[in-house]
T-cell receptor
């Protein structure tokens, strides 16, 4: 009965590769988000989607492309991975923009 | 300028004692929300408590309470009767932008709490 799930939990890949992280929520929430947590534990929002519509794009490189096929899913595709992309990526969802956000377990991406 | 400031990189407390984790914020938005999240060593982010800028009373959730002082722009988290399982990173976050039509959480740098027996 996981509320917000992400796959994979760990992702190790080489520079230049393309990879995707999937996120699904079964809470019936309208809004979903992607956050990046760096090695110093700093969390920063990357994207926000409301009812499959992009609301926030926080100066993220074009190599990152979110895709929301439906309200319950928000996937993150990353092209041409760089060393600096190594981080933990969290997906989150909220009932709408005004409520607390519930986070997935995170995906630890390591680029070598 | 930092939107959310957590000045305590680390805190120590003994089991069963109370501890206060500090958070100050900076916004010109009249309507905003303040959140606390817990991140244990396993890595997940757990929502703890929420305070709205117009809420008259301080928020409480079980052993967690939020000491909201609007004039001082502070939203400190108080954990009463600490337990060993409270050892974790704690993040303060603010949601602003209601008037501009978008919502995002801005996080502080976190405070690592260690509870000792």
């Amino acid at each position: 009965d996981t509320a917000v799930s992400q796959t994979p939990k760990y992702l190790v890949t080489q520079m230049g590769n393309d990879k995707s992280i999937k996120c699904e929520q079964n809470l019936g929430h309208d809004t979903m988000y992607w956050y990046k947590q760096d090695s110093k534990k700093f969390l920063k929002i990357m994207f926000s989607y409301n009812n499959k519509e992009l609301i926030i794009n926080e100066t993220v490189p074009n190599r990152f492309s979110p895709k929301s096929p439906d309200k319950a899913h928000l996937n993150l595709h990353i092209n041409s991975l760089e060393l600096g992309d190594s981080a933990v990526y969290f997906c989150a969802s909220s009932q709408d923009r005004f409520y607390e956000q519930y986070f997935g377990p995170g995906t630890r991406l390591t680029v070598t | 300028a930092q939107k959310i400031t957590q000045t305590q990189p680390g805190m120590f407390v003994q089991e069963k004692e109370a501890v206060t984790l500090d958070c100050t914020y900076d916004t010109s938005d009249p309507s905003y929300g303040l959140f606390w999240y817990k991140q244990p060593s396993s890595g997940e982010m757990i929502f703890l408590i929420y305070q709205g800028s117009y809420d008259q009373q301080n928020a409480t959730e079980g052993r967690y309470s939020l000491n909201f002082q609007k004039a001082r722009k502070s939203a400190n988290l108080v954990i009463s009767a600490s337990q060993l399982g409270d050892s974790a990173m704690y993040f303060c976050a603010m949601r602003e932008g209601v008037n501009t039509g978008f919502q995002k959480l801005v996080f502080g740098t976190g405070t690592r709490l260690l509870v000792s027996p």
